[in-house]
């Protein structure tokens, strides 16, 4: 692949949102692509540098050619960037930063994170919601295997250490997903200071809380089909705010509603002991103090 990036050239991202899954990288996806002097990838989560799925599919459509994953950069926009979580889920995922130095020797990370028991359980209702997880969370977790889904993805220390032997410290910017919450016009204009744009733009939709899928509704195979088939009908030329607001009416109106997930103080403590010292870790090699995660 890097022999083939090399020879053809074109538009390659110039900057990663690498994760954490559950973590906002949807709204900032959004956020991003606000900003006049950056292009966010056409599609959100390509997948590209993760390698292929083999028997451990994506939650979504993996762009596996080439081509078509620079297709989706416009290459008159100097600075150009993607979102695929899929890239800090080591060791579900091996290679990844290798495969993207060897690519974009030069490219900058925005690793974003959250409360480490809090992202797991949200990713394990995501996939319930979405991907027709049907397992209760306890067996999901299984044995705490490192290469777990809902696991890996929270080990914190382990995602960056992966990155810090591909990337200088000076090109990965590590965010808590509080700050770009409450603080978000100054999260953001650090963010876009970190990516060499103009760091005081702002837009009144930093205001909007934009999600990828609404956790609390479950989307059922047949509904999932629809919206595929609704992105090539006159459906797809509404206003997006159109869009939102028809889709939130039939979903209202006919997705059941998630049940509550509960942890019992058992699985709890577990989680604790796994994650825990994988936080300590992260706060050490990010000087970050996360005030507000329960670990």
Known sequence: MTTALKRRGGALPTFFI?????SGTTSLHYYLSLHPEISMSAEKEPHFFA?????????SPRVASLADYRALFDPSVRVRGEASPSYSAYPRRVGVPDRIRAAVPEARMI???RDPIDRTVSHYRHRVATEGERRDIATALGDFEP????????????QLEQYLACFPADRILVIEQG?????????????FDFLGVAADFSSPDFAREYRGS????RFPAWYRAALDLGARTPLSLLPPAAR???????ERATLPVLPDVALDSRLRDRLADLLGPEAERFRKLTGLDTPTWNL
Do not use: K, M, Q, W
């Open 51 to 59: 390698g292929p799925a083999g028997d451990l599919p994506f939650g």
């Open 18 to 22: 690498i994760g954490a899954a559950r």
């Open 244 to 250: 939102r607001g028809l889709r939130a009416r039939v």
């Open 214 to 217: 609404d956790a609390n509704r």
């Open 179 to 191: 700050e770009l919450r409450r603080l978000r016009a100054r999260t953001l204009h650090r963010i």
């Open 147 to 158: 290469a777990n889904i809902y696991l890996c993805a929270s080990r914190y220390a382990t």
């Open 111 to 113: 690793y974003l994170v």
